[in-house]
């Protein structure tokens, strides 16, 4: 018969048995639990007194830095909708130390299907970008990576079989000298004209 003793001993023995099988979870000041990771679209956009009395025919340069939260051709000058858009991946460093060896990793993916039938479209394969060098980021401090997508090239691609691409999405998984750090995703929808 078991005493008092040994069954609390065994029972605490079964509980530090299953803690140890519990997935670890990171430290407040590791590395995934101090880079934050954030991502825009952007482009070169007319600025509002461009705009003002522009003539499409002749258009002046694009010169403004504009965030877009969709790529949409409903008007040719007031909606943006560039040829290039560039993916801008932000990662803040939230801890009191230098993070070492930073980097994220882009792959892409278009939703893809015929011009007139958006709900028959699906995900391609993804596709990884050019790498960028890993940097350190300083306690408190953020660094920006941008990544030029060419979505007029993938529409061009599409339309000889008179396709559209009606999504892009980015998956950042950010990296350290210790590894993967976490990932996420970002989506642009991409409208077509009526």
Not at 22 to 36: K, V, W, Y
Not at 73 to 83: A, E, F, I, K, T
Request: aromatic fraction near 6%; charged fraction near 20%; proline fraction near 9%.
């Amino acid at each position: 018969m078991l005493t008092r003793t040994m069954r609390v001993r065994a029972a605490v023995a079964c509980l530090c048995g299953a803690l140890a099988l519990l997935p670890a979870q990171p430290r407040a000041d590791s590395p995934a639990g101090t880079l934050a990771t954030s991502a825009t679209f952007e482009c070169l956009w007319w600025s509002e007194a461009q705009m003002d009395g522009l003539d499409p025919n002749h258009p002046p340069p694009k010169q403004t830095r504009v965030t877009i939260k969709k790529w949409e051709y409903s008007d040719p000058v007031g909606v943006p909708n560039p040829d290039v858009v560039d993916l801008v991946v932000k990662i803040k460093n939230t801890s009191t130390e230098t993070a070492a060896q930073v980097a994220p990793a882009v792959q892409i993916q278009w939703l893809e299907g015929p011009q007139s039938k958006k709900q028959s479209a699906a995900w391609s394969a993804l596709a990884a970008l050019p790498a960028q060098e890993a940097v350190s980021i300083p306690s408190h401090e953020s660094k920006t990576f941008r990544y030029p997508i060419d979505v007029a090239g993938r529409m061009s691609q599409l339309a000889k079989q008179h396709g559209w691409p009606w999504s892009l999405r980015a998956v950042v998984t950010t990296t350290t000298a210790g590894g993967t750090v976490g990932s996420a995703r970002f989506e642009l929808p991409i409208v077509p004209g009526d």
